[in-house]
Structures are given as structure tokens and as C-alpha cells.
């Protein structure tokens, strides 16, 4: 039997003209996904609902309030963490997000989604996505974005 606890989290998927905002996970071996790309979000505390928590997570990692309308993707279950999946537009250009955890952010095109690596302006390097991150991507563009 697995002594580790499933944590539930909450996750965004936000877009914007055809790419995907993501951040650059800080480079600290002792985090899951080090230097990996992956979606704003976080663990949903007692008494939140995933949506509340997804609102509260994006705010305090990127100062964005989200829409008042977003949608829930899907839920993806591993044996360490149970991903509650929302998404909606970013309707602010970039430079009017502020960056307060990780190590950068950034627009992904859908081909660097498919190739599973995007270069990073400050860690000035290629960095890959997560894996459960892009399959997650791969699973929306091939399932909402497919059929707009």
C-alpha cells in the first residue's frame, strides 16, 4: 500500500490567441517538476472548491483575476495528485501579469506543446513541459480547440 496522500489541486489552462500561458517551474530539485514548464495553480485548501481555488491559485501567482465564467476540463488522477483542470481566455496581454512564483512564464504555441519543450528567456535555455502537463494540452487542443 502507498503510504504518500493524494493532494488535490486545481490547475488553469489559460489561452490566448491560439497559445497556452504557462510557468516556468523554479529550478529547486526538492519541487515536483523542477525547471519543467506547467500550469498556474495549486493545492485546494480545506473548505475550497477546486473553482475557488484555481481563482485564488492564478491571483496570487500571477496577480490575474480570472473571468467570471471558466470552465472545468476534466480531472486527472495519478497516484500523488488528483488535478482538477479549468480553463479560460487570458483576456491582459503579458506584460501586465506579475510573475510571483516560478522562474518565468510564457505564451506556448501548440507546437511547442507537441514537441514537449519551449526556450526560456531567462533560464536561456530550451526547458521541457511536465509530462502530465502536456498530455493535459494535448487532450484539450485535440478536444476543445479541435472543435471550434
Not at 96 to 121: F, H, K
Request: glycine share 6%; charged share 20%; aromatic share 10%.
Amino acid at each position: 500500500m502507498n503510504n504518500q496522500q493524494t493532494h488535490h489541486v486545481a490547475i488553469a489552462i489559460l489561452y490566448r490567441d491560439n497559445k497556452f500561458l504557462m510557468q516556468l517551474r523554479d529550478n529547486i530539485p526538492t519541487i515536483i517538476y523542477p525547471g519543467y514548464w506547467a500550469f498556474f495553480g495549486g493545492h485546494i485548501e480545506p473548505g475550497e472548491t477546486p473553482e475557488v481555488a484555481v481563482r485564488r491559485e492564478v491571483l496570487e501567482e500571477i496577480s490575474y483575476t480570472l473571468p467570471a465564467k471558466i470552465a472545468q476540463f476534466g480531472c486527472y488522477n495519478s497516484e500523488t495528485a488528483v488535478r482538477h483542470v479549468f480553463h479560460a481566455p487570458l483576456e491582459v496581454d503579458l506584460n501586465q501579469l506579475v510573475l510571483a512564483e516560478g522562474w518565468d512564464m510564457g505564451l506556448l504555441t501548440p507546437e511547442d506543446i507537441r514537441n514537449g519543450s519551449c526556450y526560456s528567456a531567462v533560464a536561456r535555455e530550451v526547458r521541457p513541459l511536465g509530462p502530465v502537463h502536456q498530455q493535459i494540452l494535448l487532450d484539450f487542443m485535440k478536444s476543445v480547440i479541435g472543435n471550434r
